[in-house]
């Protein structure tokens, strides 16, 4: 059983960034793909990045590529997202999951484990 929280989300205006962090116990961390989704109000829960075991292999959503960069620490057993020119449209709560492969979160949503979330609202 994993617990994964999630920290560093906030209120900024757009062009800034911030550094989401992913806290994962309970569990073989580095056995776990890891991955960020986020959900605005009234809208479907949406894929933004994953990292493989070994943080070798990584994928990203277009409305984001380019602006974040996905990162893990194993044996801090810590995951990390950081996001850079941040746009009003980044505005939704950020989860930390993990699970299988790395791959399979970029087209699946059951996860084996999530986070609680974490709010990212940016302002124009």
């Known amino acids: 059983q994993a617990q994964l929280v999630e920290s560093g989300g906030g209120a900024v205006q757009a062009g800034d960034s911030l550094r989401l962090s992913c806290a994962a116990s309970g569990s073989s961390f580095s056995s776990y793909a890891m991955g960020w989704f986020r959900q605005a109000p009234g809208k479907e829960r949406e894929f933004v990045a994953a990292?493989?075991?070994?943080?070798?292999?990584?994928y990203s959503a277009d409305p984001v590529k380019g602006r974040i960069t996905i990162s893990r620490d194993n044996p801090a057993n810590k995951m990390y997202l950081q996001m850079n020119n941040l746009k009003p449209e980044d505005t939704a709560v950020y989860y930390c999951?993990?699970?299988?492969?790395?791959?399979?979160?970029?087209?699946?949503?059951?996860?084996?484990?999530w986070g609680e979330g974490t709010q990212v609202t940016v302002s124009s």
């Open positions: 999951a993990a699970d299988l492969t790395a791959q399979r979160m970029t087209r699946e949503r059951n996860m084996a484990y």
């Open positions: 990292i493989g075991w070994f943080g070798t292999t990584t």
